[in-house]
Structures are given as structure tokens and as C-alpha cells.
């Protein structure tokens, strides 16, 4: 990077817009090669951590697997504390809790020469607290492994934009010098564009290897995550197998012991068994079966009624009847000249007249 900036300023052209520019631009052009050396210095810094992480994790999982016997052997023991690689530091970091529910030291165990350590039946409560052991370590790890990385995607994305406000700037300024010497000639713009036109190589120069850069790194970040996550439960795995071996060497130990305690014990001679006198078969009575007899209902309770006084009878009021009038004798009427019929008109005529 600062053979390529030594080249493009050694360049008449360079020069002459950067000679050209005002003081902003030239600030912008000093701000962005400041800027450049701190990303190339942190690219190459983590570039090289990076590396190393990956070959010292390589190196130590491949022994982690290797190793067929215990988990806790002294001598992976000993390799992790002294591995400077994440999955060291996360295996020591798992082996300190187990080897504190196994009730041993660590630090007695990386010292030993034989394996002085026998693994004991863990609960839930014990897997559950190395688990999160194992994750709090892989956070740290990540954390480690993306410091100042920050840094470098500010660089990324603010380099291009002040490259751009150095160009808006520089050109402003030539049409402002145009306007004011009262002519349009292009040998009066030039170098005012010229120097606007700095700020932009130099902010592309400092993103464009920033963002390659960034990439990688944060590439490789990933896939040491994902190596360490495999390993936390590729941890995990190893631990429950070693309980399963436990569980099958104690069942294995009680069948030894019973049959040590059998072989001890003199043999017992089984007695004869004594023939049974052949009984005749006689056929089972017939059971009489139960007759249903359906449950007599309840008769019904006849509750006697108070007697009901006699009512009682009044006298029949007397009918007094009428006395008959005997008909009165009819009388007799002398003979009279008969009525002439009365006039149309006129009411009927009396007889009593």
C-alpha cells in the first residue's frame, strides 16, 4: 500500500492536483492516508492472529481426537493449558468444571505422569453447568476474534464518501474561480478539477482494500466459530460415552461379584422330586344356576282420611200456594144494533162507548 501511494504521488499528475487543491482537499488527502494505515495495519495484525488460531485449533483438535482414552488425560490436559488457539482455551476451560465434579485439581492433574482421575456419574444438573461453561468460553473466543474489526468496516464505508466530499468540494470551487475571473476557459478549470478529483482515488484507494480485507477476515471468523461450536458438543458427546463406559463397567463389576460370590457358595444337590399319585379325573357338578327373581314392588300405603262432619240438613221453607179463583159466571149483554165500520182514518171504536 505505501509503495503504491510512493507511485501515484511521484506521478507529475498527482502532484500537480494535489498542489492544486485547497485546504480542505489536501486535508481530506492527508485524513484518508492516515486512515489507510491504520487499516492496512490492522488487516495484517489480524490477519496473522487469525492464522495462527486456525493452526493451533487445527493441531489441537486433531490430538483431542487422537486421544481415545479418557478425557482428561494429564497429558491433554497439560497441551490444553498451554495451547494459545480458542479450542484450547475452551477445553481447559470445560476440563477445570469436570475435573471439579470428578473431585480432583487441574492444576495436580497436568503436573501427574498417569491418569489419576476416574470419571463419576454426573446428573443433569452437572452436564447442564459444563455446558454452559463451554458456551460462555466460545463468547469470550468470539469476542477476542473480532476486535477491531469495527474499525475496519467504519473505514470501509466512511473513506468513500469523504473521497466524495473532497470531489463536490474541489469542483465547487473551480466553477466559483470561473465565475469570478469572468471567463469560461478550460485551462482555468483544470486544475481546480484536478484537485477535486484527488479526494476520490485517494478515498477508493483506501476502501477498496478495506473491504477485500474485511471479507476475508470476517470469513475466517466464521468458520473458527463454527470449529467451535462442533467442539463444544463434540465435548459433550465424549463425556456422556464416558458415563455410558462408567455404567457398563460397574454393571460388569456386579456380574464378576456375583459370580465370585456363587463360586464360593458349595453346591447344592437339588432333591428328587417325588411322583405325584395319578388322581382320577371326576368331572365338576353342575352348579344350579341362580334363578332371577324380579323384586316385588312396594305396595302402595293407603293413608285413612279424617271423617268429614255430616252436613247439616235445614227445613224445607213452607210453599204457600195461591187460593184458586173460581171463574165468575159469564154475564149476559143485551142485543145491539151492530157497529158500522168505522171511517179510513179514524182510530177503532170503543166498546165500552
Avoid at 492527508?30 to 490477519?47: A, C, Y
Avoid at 476502501?207 to 467451535?228: C, D, E, F, K
Avoid at 463406559?245 to 437339588?270: G, I, N, T, Y
Wanted: contains cysteine; proline residues 11%; charged residues 15%.
Amino acid at each position: 500500500m505505501f509503495i503504491q501511494l510512493i507511485l501515484a504521488a511521484s506521478t507529475p499528475g498527482v502532484y500537480y492536483a494535489y498542489t492544486n487543491s485547497d485546504g480542505v482537499g489536501k486535508g481530506i488527502v492527508v485524513l484518508l492516508l492516515i486512515g489507510s494505515v491504520f487499516t492496512w495495519s490492522v488487516m495484517i495484525d489480524k490477519g496473522m492472529a487469525l492464522y495462527r488460531a486456525r493452526q493451533c485449533s487445527n493441531r489441537f483438535l486433531a490430538r483431542f481426537r487422537a486421544n481415545k482414552k479418557n478425557i482428561a488425560t494429564p497429558q491433554l490436559v497439560r497441551e490444553g493449558s498451554a495451547d494459545p488457539g480458542p479450542i484450547g482455551a475452551i477445553y481447559s476451560a470445560g476440563v477445570e468444571r469436570l475435573l471439579e465434579f470428578y473431585e480432583s485439581d487441574s492444576r495436580s492433574q497436568q503436573y501427574s505422569t498417569a491418569i489419576s482421575t476416574r470419571p463419576s456419574r454426573l446428573s443433569d444438573a452437572q452436564y447442564n453447568a459444563i455446558e454452559a461453561v463451554l458456551e460462555r468460553e466460545v463468547s469470550s473466543q468470539i469476542q477476542q476474534l473480532e476486535t477491531r474489526i469495527g474499525f475496519l468496516a467504519t473505514l470501509v464505508s466512511v473513506s468513500p464518501f469523504c473521497g466524495l466530499f473532497g470531489t463536490v468540494w474541489g469542483v465547487m470551487l473551480a466553477f466559483c474561480g470561473i465565475a469570478a475571473a469572468g471567463k469560461s476557459d478550460f485551462t482555468a478549470l483544470a486544475p481546480g478539477v484536478a484537485g477535486a478529483l484527488l479526494t476520490t482515488v485517494a478515498g477508493l484507494i483506501v476502501a477498496i482494500p478495506s473491504l477485500v480485507g474485511y471479507n476475508l477476515l470476517t470469513a475466517t471468523i466464521r468458520t473458527l466459530t463454527i470449529t467451535m461450536d462442533n467442539f463444544t458438543e463434540e465435548f459433550m458427546v465424549r463425556i456422556k460415552l464416558e458415563q455410558l463406559e462408567l455404567d457398563q463397567a460397574e454393571r460388569e463389576e456386579k456380574e464378576a461379584k456375583a459370580e465370585q460370590q456363587s463360586a464360593a457358595q458349595p453346591p447344592v444337590h437339588p432333591v428328587p422330586a417325588q411322583p405325584q399319585p395319578v388322581r382320577a379325573y371326576v368331572p365338576p357338578r353342575p352348579q344350579p344356576q341362580p334363578v332371577y327373581q324380579q323384586p316385588a314392588r312396594p305396595q302402595p300405603v293407603t293413608v285413612p282420611m279424617p271423617a268429614q262432619p255430616a252436613p247439616v240438613q235445614q227445613p224445607a221453607p213452607a210453599v204457600v200456594m195461591p187460593p184458586v179463583q173460581q171463574p165468575a159466571p159469564p154475564q149476559a149483554y143485551p142485543a145491539e144494533a151492530p157497529a158500522q165500520s168505522p171511517m179510513p182514518g179514524t182510530g177503532p171504536a170503543n166498546p165500552m162507548e
